[in-house]
T-cell receptor, first 113, second 117 residues
């Protein structure tokens, strides 16, 4: 079983729709969690961190469920510009106590007019 | 600040050739990483470094070597390129975080697109 799993999609939604992605992780000792956004042929960029209490940034809401070992991303009022691949990232412990990220394969979102 | 830069942006190699990819960051970050990204595979960690002079293997280290002689630079070497190493290579860096929230945002370079014929 891959350490971090995501539904690759694509999720094809109309503008204005609400869409949610889930990501499951296998290492219960994982320390921190993130969502990154990657546009086609570009480098990933941080979308938001995922806190235990959940967090919201405008139209984006992230949740963490440690008991079930998953994180989620909710996008409300989708825009055409939200079309991208969304990468789930889970940090485990590496060399010298460093925090080593494991990336999911990404979920593709296509927002159409 | 330039952030994270990668050299070269594109490269075509023949099987058996060698090359070095250079990653440089000007943010004084402790941690640096090399990833490869293949279609449908997501980003996979090749090697990483937690400080000048230290390196460690990631998920897919075979066929690659790395060096971190200076804090701002992280080099990825392919001694004898193979077609299986055709990929997009991303370098990333982040600062060392010791606070209650572990880990920190990674900053990525623009990527190097490598084709091995």
């Amino acid at each position: 079983r891959k350490e971090v799993e995501q539904d690759p999609g694509p999720f094809n939604v109309p503008e204005g729709a609400t869409v949610a992605f889930n990501c499951t992780y296998s290492n219960s000792a994982s320390q921190s969690f993130f969502w990154y956004r990657q546009d086609c042929r570009k480098e990933p960029k941080l979308l938001m961190s995922v806190y235990s209490s959940g967090n919201e940034d405008g139209r984006f809401t992230a949740q963490l469920n440690r008991a079930s070992q998953y994180i989620s991303l909710l996008i409300r009022d989708s825009k055409l510009s939200d079309s991208a691949t969304y990468l789930c990232v889970v940090n485990g412990v590496g060399l010298g106590g460093s925090y080593i990220p494991t990336f999911g394969r990404g979920t593709s979102l296509i927002v159409h007019p | 600040n330039a952030g994270v830069t990668q050299t070269p942006k594109f490269r075509v190699l023949k099987t058996g050739q060698s090359m070095t990819l250079l990653c440089a960051q000007d943010m004084n970050h402790e941690y640096m990483y090399w990833y490869r990204q293949d279609p449908g595979m997501g980003l996979r960690l090749i090697h990483y470094s937690v400080g000048e002079g230290t390196t460690a293997k990631g998920e897919v280290p075979d066929g690659y070597n790395v060096s971190r002689l200076k804090k701002q630079n992280f080099l990825l070497g392919l001694e004898s390129a193979a077609p299986s190493q055709t990929s997009v290579y991303f370098c990333a860096s982040n600062r060392k975080s010791g606070g209650a929230f572990f880990g920190d945002e990674q900053f990525f370079g623009p990527g190097t697109r490598l084709t091995v014929l």
